[in-house]
């Protein structure tokens, strides 16, 4: 690593770390997007490393929603109480060290069963290639909802409501807000430590060209399923943090949101580059504040610019930013030939 | 194309009240910050609340505004949009609050979208009134700045199954002989609702045959409306917002489902006569308020004055959604004025030992935020008009037991 | 809930008990499912002859469904909003073709999705904002028709809808076989390259394609405006069946996607009967992953994929 990139580096971790001082108004907002970050680059990983689109992600996201929501309630409480009393009430306190341990072991669950999903759900359908892939993805991702939305244990379509913090942490979001910031740092040092891995050539050779990967005696449903299960790792954990800090779980419209937070996370990776370690940063910075712009300017009119912003993001400009950039100064940001030294 | 010019001379007025407000200097404003549903699945009733509180506000606004001690304020409501969706409206309340600087809330469309963002202004120490976030558990988790002025979700039935207890004998059984059908969508509120409905039939040893969850993209309830003509319950009891409302009343027509009580929740937010005609005669319908209601106050004056004010401007008479709304706005005026100061706390413990009449009916707190001082009404469609057939204190008509079957009609 | 298990075998028992209930939730699933079938056929040629996913069909039937509920509203008669949606469609569907469809077509399958997708949150919107958010209905006034004192009744407007998607189906299988465009869009379907080299206009055929699937969408939509409600968001589930239909019966199968749209609506109905109203949509989903990856394990058997 370059003297340039240490800089780099250290300034964003720094700038991470300082953010809630800063604008302690808007620490929400950044919680959010340290957790759309991380929503983009595992999305890439499978989407733009890989080349296997899916729309279905939002599977691993819920399901670690729920589990670490489940085990926060469970440790303490019988959570189909929890649910049939509709959300806590005043019978369901909990203190702070049952708070703390509810994440210490709530989160690892919520990584571990998204994980768990990915390497089942994997095996099955990837074998599948291309559109059908993405379709049979979606598939998923809406049959997960509405399970969810009908199982009475977590509180079926009335939702779930996660433990409510105790009163004696009196800016709970901060503490949301280090443990996105957190896993976003953890992702992506993850991800751009694989791809400098040979691991990271195999996904290329993978989406370039899987017959021929296949052919070179590369184990290629066994490459596949890893990368999935290692994007639904980060993923189920951010689901835990992201039930957190909305506070409230609906079934459809938080958990398995796949008309929302589903295509986000691939419009944000396109939006930045798609295949590039920078790109779905980049995206998601950007989608996040153009998002908020809208809904603070354009009052009913908001999902309309939305939906215009997908037509020209995927029409008109779907190299994306990173790409684009890439184009225009190749010298200097261009593919390098010695882009892999990291690899064995 | 009826619908443009509506929505351009509501765009008018809208600007028009705006222009209004600006004349004052910025901190002669109260702002009240509201996240409401103007897109998505809740969007009909989004707009009812929203024009609610709209009408409070300029009503409030033309006749001087609000003195808090020494100092007249007028109102001014900054909106978002929440796109019906829990995650949108809890992120909403947070920018009000800590982007915009609001100290006011008012509540959302819907019990959901109250769930989500409750936690929300209860973090912040920022009271909400609401007039649309109906479930019970609202009120059992201990929060100190909500104050509902809609009478609980469990209510809103109760009153249906009374009265199929009561005039169980026309329709030919004991009370714990009839069966009931249920079919509610699976929201946060119209579950709490069949929670309630469930706890009466049993508190009546009615037995219930049918109990379904219909889905939130719902448009078609065949499959359960098939249940009902093979298993002939006694009682239908349907809740799923305007939606639920709309789909119920098309298809038991078409299908020609006989069922002798049928009861069901947002008759009025539907527009189910308007829409339906001859179809909707004979249904039940739970109301939070009607116009008919002898309540009053000073700024509005009865019930059927308010229910004319919102006819002229908005050309449709008003759903309770409405009412209730702009109940909602009223309670913070009267909160502010007895308080004396726009602080936070201070209003908060106002708006607790708020006890007041308005044209929407008694509101006085319990210590958890809900309205004790009001009941629900139950409507009956009869001859294209809704009718007060329950509580019997406000009744105007019998109700007409059993509905007459379709090979009568 | 202890019960749940238990009332599902009653209602097992309970479907079963009388011919009239099978009998009429089976006729009732299979006009449910018609006016999918007719949506599935312009989504087979979009994806077929094009290669795009769309995603706003669901949005396009709504679109015909408000023309339906303005006509009625303005005195018309609702059904004679079947070919006015048709063409108010047809206009659409070109105009979008011009405007953006264009672009996508040689792009991937991934692409056309996300565009549609874009596509339909703005249209969905815009209805909102200018027919309001009120679920509606158009009365056609048509009546039932029924038999054994109530036990089976028909809605005439479905059976309508119903005798419209074999017309449909029927029509349109002419016309890809007979009409010079016709075999111009079979041409392009198979080989687009090809059907250049000899002569054919495909941009003209792309766009003759895509505005035919919204006007088959607009018509069906007009009929689903009077035998169910509509509402600017519920385009949804008219765009999964629809997608789902076309799975099944794979592309540039009429008589398949036919026989599909029934199968599905009678195979929902039955679910939704027995598993309740709340698993109907999961049943569907399900059924899609299920169907694909029956599939994708059947051609894994001879070394091939789906793709």
């Given at each position: 690593m370059n003297p340039q990139k240490m800089f780099l580096y250290g300034a964003i971790v720094l700038a991470g770390l300082a953010g809630p001082f800063i604008f302690p108004n808007n620490q929400v907002q950044m919680t959010e997007l340290w957790l759309f970050i991380v929503f983009a680059l595992t999305w890439d990983l499978v989407g733009g490393q890989m080349g296997y689109n899916s729309f279905g992600n939002v599977v691993f996201f819920g399901i670690g929603m729920y589990a670490c929501a489940v085990v926060q309630i469970g440790l303490v409480y019988d959570v189909g109480e929890y649910t049939a009393a509709k959300g806590g009430g005043t019978a369901f306190i909990f203190d702070l060290a049952q708070y703390i341990w509810g994440f210490a072991i709530g989160l690892p669950v919520a990584a571990m069963l998204a994980a768990l999903a990915a390497c089942v759900l994997g095996s099955l359908v990837l074998g599948m290639r291309g559109h059908y892939f993405a379709i049979c993805t979606l598939g998923l991702g809406i049959a997960a909802g509405e399970i969810a939305a009908g199982w009475d244990w977590i509180g079926a379509g009335s939702g779930m409501t996660p433990a409510p913090p105790p009163h004696d942490i009196d800016n709970v979001n901060r503490l949301f807000y280090y443990m996105a910031f957190a896993l976003a740092v953890a992702t992506f040092a993850t991800i751009a430590w694989l791809l400098r891995t040979r691991f990271g050539l195999a996904i290329n050779a993978i989406r370039d060209d899987e017959d021929k990967a296949e052919a070179m005696g590369m184990f290629t449903t066994r490459i596949k399923v890893t990368a999935w299960v290692i994007a639904a790792t980060f993923l189920g954990a951010a689901g835990g943090i992201y039930g957190n800090l909305k506070r409230f779980i609906d079934p459809l419209d938080t958990a398995f949101s796949g008309a929302t937070i589903g295509v986000w996370m691939v419009l944000m990776a396109i939006l930045?580059?798609?295949?590039?370690?920078?790109?779905?940063?980049?995206?998601?910075?950007?989608?996040?504040?153009?998002?908020?712009?809208?809904?603070?300017?354009?009052?009913?009119?908001?999902?309309?610019?939305?939906?215009v912003l997908i037509v020209v993001i995927v029409v008109f400009f779907p190299e994306g930013i990173v790409g684009r950039v890439r184009q225009m100064f190749p010298e200097r940001f261009g593919p390098r030939a010695d882009a892999r030294e990291g690899a064995e | 194309m009826f619908r443009v010019m509506k929505f351009a001379a509501a765009a008018v007025i809208a600007t028009g009240a705006m222009a209004g407000t600006?004349?004052?200097?910025?901190?002669?404003?109260?702002?009240?910050?509201?996240?409401?549903?103007?897109?998505?699945?809740?969007?009909?009733?989004?707009?009812?609340?929203?024009?609610?509180?709209?009408?409070?506000?300029?009503?409030?606004?033309?006749?001087?505004?609000?003195?808090?001690?020494?100092?007249?304020?007028?109102?001014?409501?900054?909106?978002?949009?929440?796109?019906?969706?829990?995650?949108?409206?809890?992120?909403?309340?947070?920018?009000?609050?800590?982007?915009?600087?609001?100290?006011?809330?008012?509540?959302?469309?819907?019990?959901?979208?109250?769930?989500?963002?409750?936690?929300?202004?209860?973090?912040?120490?920022?009271?909400?009134?609401?007039?649309?976030?109906?479930?019970?558990?609202?009120?059992?988790?201990?929060?100190?700045?909500?104050?509902?002025?809609?009478?609980?979700?469990?209510?809103?039935?109760?009153?249906?199954?009374?009265?199929?207890?009561?005039?169980?004998?026309?329709?030919?059984?004991?009370?714990?002989?009839?069966?009931?059908?249920?079919?509610?969508?699976n929201d946060p509120f119209s579950q709490d609702v069949r929670a309630g409905v469930v706890e009466d039939a049993q508190r009546h040893g009615m037995q219930i045959v049918i109990d379904d969850k219909l889905p939130k993209e719902l448009n078609d309830m065949a499959t359960t409306l098939t249940r009902v003509r093979a298993l002939q319950p006694d009682l239908l009891v349907v809740s799923g917002h305007a939606r639920g409302a709309a789909t119920a009343i098309r298809q038991i027509q078409e299908m020609r489902v006989d069922v002798p009580m049928l009861a069901m929740t947002h008759c009025d937010s539907a527009k189910i006569i308007k829409e339906f005609g001859d179809a909707a005669e004979y249904t039940l319908c739970a109301s939070q308020w009607a116009p008919t209601l002898t309540y009053q106050d000073d700024l509005f004056g009865s019930a059927a004055d308010y229910a004319a004010l919102f006819e002229k401007t908005y050309d449709y008479a008003p759903p309770y959604q409405a009412a209730e709304s702009s109940a909602a706005v009223m309670t913070f005026v009267d909160a502010f004025q007895r308080a004396g100061t726009l602080d936070r706390a201070a209003v908060r413990d106002a708006l607790a030992a708020t006890d007041m009449q308005t044209f929407y009916g008694n509101i006085r707190f319990d210590e958890t935020g809900k309205n004790i001082a009001k009941p629900m009404v139950l409507y009956q469609v009869q001859n294209g008009a809704y009718v007060v057939v329950a509580p019997s204190e406000w009744a105007a008509a019998d109700p007409v037991l059993p509905r007459p079957g379709w090979a009568d009609r | 809930m202890p019960r749940r298990g238990w009332r599902r075998m009653n209602n097992i028992e309970l479907l079963f008990s009388s011919p009239a209930i099978a009998g009429g939730l089976l006729i009732d699933g299979i006009l449910f499912g018609s006016i999918f079938a007719l949506i599935?056929?312009?989504?087979?040629?979009?994806?077929?002859?094009?290669?795009?996913?769309?995603?706003?069909?669901?949005?396009?039937?709504?679109?015909?469904?408000?023309?339906?509920?303005?006509?009625?509203?303005?005195?018309?008669?609702?059904?004679?909003?079947?070919?006015?949606?048709?063409?108010?469609?047809?206009?659409?569907?070109?105009?979008?073709?011009?405007?953006?469809?264009?672009?996508?077509?040689?792009?991937?399958?991934?692409?056309?999705?996300?565009?549609?997708?874009?596509?339909?949150?703005?249209?969905?919107?815009?209805?909102?904002?200018?027919?309001?958010?009120?679920?509606?209905?158009?009365?056609?006034?048509?009546?039932?028709?029924?038999?054994?004192?109530?036990?089976?009744?028909?809605?005439?407007?479905?059976?309508?809808?119903?005798?419209?998607?074999?017309?449909?189906?029927?029509?349109?299988v002419v016309f890809l076989k007979m009409s010079r465009l016709g075999q111009a869009i079979r041409a392009t379907a198979q080989n687009a390259r090809a059907a250049r080299v000899v002569g054919i206009d495909t941009n003209r055929v792309y766009e003759a394609t895509f505005a035919l699937n919204a006007a088959i969408c607009g018509a069906a939509g007009a009929l689903a405006a009077t035998a169910y409600t509509i509402h600017p968001y519920i385009g949804l589930p008219y765009t999964v069946r629809s997608f789902m239909i076309v799975i099944i019966a794979g592309l540039g199968n009429i008589g398949g996607v036919l026989a599909a749209g029934l199968g599905l609506g009678a195979a929902e109905y039955y679910a939704g009967f027995i598993l309740g109203a709340e698993f109907q949509i999961a049943f569907v989903f399900g059924l899609l992953v299920v169907v694909l990856l029956a599939r994708s394990w059947w051609l894994g058997r001879k070394r091939r994929y789906l793709k």
């Open positions: 930045g580059g798609k295949g590039t370690l920078w790109g779905p940063v980049i995206g998601a910075i950007v989608f996040q504040v153009t998002k908020e712009l809208f809904w603070t300017y354009l009052l009913g009119w908001q999902r309309v610019a939305l939906g | 600006q004349a004052f200097a910025a901190d002669d404003v109260i702002t009240l910050g509201a996240a409401v549903s103007l897109s998505g699945k809740y969007s009909t009733n989004g707009e009812h609340t929203q024009r609610g509180y709209d009408l409070a506000v300029q009503v409030i606004n033309e006749r001087g505004g609000v003195q808090v001690g020494d100092t007249t304020y007028m109102l001014e409501i900054k909106y978002y949009d929440d796109e019906s969706t829990a995650t949108r409206g809890a992120e909403l309340a947070e920018r009000l609050i800590q982007q915009d600087g609001v100290n006011f809330l008012l509540g959302p469309y819907s019990s959901g979208l109250t769930k989500a963002i409750a936690p929300v202004t209860e973090q912040h120490g920022v009271p909400m009134v609401e007039g649309n976030g109906a479930s019970r558990s609202l009120f059992t988790s201990g929060y100190r700045y909500l104050f509902a002025v809609l009478s609980t979700s469990e209510q809103y039935l109760a009153s249906a199954i009374d009265l199929a207890a009561e005039r169980a004998a026309d329709l030919g059984k004991a009370p714990n002989e009839l069966t009931v059908a249920l079919a509610f969508e | 599935a056929y312009g989504l087979a040629l979009v994806w077929g002859v094009m290669n795009i996913i769309n995603v706003t069909q669901g949005e396009f039937v709504i679109l015909g469904g408000f023309a339906a509920v303005v006509m009625a509203d303005n005195g018309f008669h609702p059904l004679l909003a079947v070919p006015v949606a048709a063409l108010v469609l047809y206009v659409l569907g070109r105009l979008l073709y011009r405007t953006i469809i264009h672009r996508i077509v040689d792009r991937d399958l991934f692409t056309s999705l996300l565009a549609t997708f874009g596509i339909s949150i703005v249209l969905q919107q815009l209805m909102n904002i200018v027919f309001g958010g009120d679920p509606r209905n158009a009365d056609a006034g048509l009546g039932v028709w029924f038999a054994f004192d109530y036990s089976i009744v028909l809605s005439k407007v479905k059976l309508l809808a119903f005798v419209l998607a074999i017309v449909v189906g029927a029509a349109l």
